[in-house]
């Protein structure tokens, strides 16, 4: 199958600095990623839609400005987390549209964001 | 708006019993598929059901798509340790591009 790398895995920074995040697609070319946020013991919360070339689309709520996204080339997009607060701290999965008429969606391994 | 409920939260079995999570639209969905997420991991998609009234089986797993699209399943004959995990399933809107997910159906088997 599909095969979405994510990096870091992990990550703890400092209240104040910057994170980026990365996704790649291995194996096939994604147009459309998708970025979202999971709390422990919860549900996905997409947070926004990156298409190659063009603008995210954040989902209500989002602060774009917050959370900047970067969709470069078609097997990368990636996501920074500006001015980190702790209240940043979670898992963020990045997934990538598979080119088939289905259009499953491949996830990352997702990376863990600590904010001190 | 367009939110996918699901249910039960959280099903504790005996290992050899069935399982059965539900998710329900308000409104009518263009497909709806299933993912599964093991403890620590990432969601992995499991099929995706479009028609009206489909049903697809997976070895011991049924998913079911209702006949108004606005409903689903997944059931799990003869449980298995392996089968622990959260089982979401997400649905697509018409005219959307991400999938809605169902707040997940946690699943723990006793050996």
């Known amino acids: 199958g599909a095969v979405v790398s994510q990096h870091p895995s992990w990550v703890i920074c400092k209240s104040g600095t910057s994170v980026k995040i990365e996704c790649r697609s291995l194996d096939f070319q994604a147009t459309t990623m998708f970025w979202y946020r999971q709390f422990p013991k919860q549900s996905l919360m997409l947070m926004a839609t990156?298409?190659?070339?063009?603008?995210?689309?954040?989902e209500q709520g989002v602060e774009k400005d917050k959370f900047l996204i970067n969709h470069a080339s078609l097997t990368l997009s990636t996501l920074t987390v500006t001015s980190a607060h702790p209240e940043d701290s979670s898992f963020y999965i990045c997934?990538?549209?598979?080119?088939?008429?289905?259009?499953?969606?491949?996830f990352g391994p997702g990376t863990r964001l600590t904010v001190t | 708006g367009q939110q996918v409920m699901q249910i039960p939260q959280y099903q504790h079995v005996q290992e050899g019993e069935d399982f059965t999570t539900y998710c329900n639209s308000s409104?009518?969905?263009?497909?709806i598929q299933w993912y599964k997420q093991r403890p620590g991991g990432h969601p992995v998609f499991l099929i995706q059901?479009?028609?009206?009234?489909e049903v697809k089986k997976q070895k011991r797993l049924t998913f079911q798509f209702g006949e108004a699209k606005k409903n689903s399943s997944l059931h799990i004959t003869a449980t298995q340790t392996t089968d622990v995990g959260t089982y979401f399933c997400a649905g697509l809107y018409t005219g959307r591009r991400a999938l809605t997910f169902g707040s997940g159906t946690r699943l723990q088997v006793q050996p």
């Open positions: 059901l479009v028609k009206s009234g």
């Open positions: 409104t009518t969905l263009s497909n």
């Open positions: 990156s298409n190659e070339g063009s603008k995210a689309t954040y």
């Open positions: 997934s990538a549209r598979g080119t088939s008429v289905i259009y499953e969606q491949y």
